[in-house]
């Protein structure tokens, strides 16, 4: 007969900690409220902007997620503006993810990629040195960070961007934020996210 699986002494002091859920709990409560301001500076900063979108695009559409599992950590995320279907990609979100860090992404693909491209790169002097970061992975839905995922959108670099970028199917840039730097504590993490969205929308306004 199988021996039972044992709990570590670790294991066993989280399973008798009383403090840590309810705390989760608050922090929970605090991040989406962070969202929401951020969902209402960004509408604020959309009020007078003409976006290339795709078609059946709505303005409003706006989408707030939480949940456990992305890598074993917990994560909450505001998408706004907010576009998906088969075609055609065009999303911001802002991903608060536990153990890792605060993202802001810019998520596109579809029927207006080449345009987009082409402003990214017609405009690149306005998009480079903003800490934004071309996203290498082939999927969306990849959120971490570092050598082999993430390149630098600097002066500096703009034909090796090119170069990445030339036959890819979409495009992802990014702004990350730690989630020990001062920012995140003093609730700062709205205003870059509003600046990392301005240091985006080159790539997407008309």
Known sequence: MNHPPLFTREELALIADTTFFPAKTIITR??????ERLHAVLSAELADRTLIVPPGFDADSVQFVKGEHLEDFPYQYLDFPRFFSRENTFAFRSLFWWGHHVVFALMLAGINLRRYKENLFNRYADVADRRLVLCLSPSFWEWKEGPGLTLDLTRANKSQVAA????????????FVSLTDPIVQSGQWIDVGLAAFRGMLPIVTE
């Open 30 to 35: 605090k991040v989406k409220q962070m969202l």
């Open 164 to 175: 990445v970028l030339a036959n890819r199917p979409s495009i992802k840039v990014a702004r």
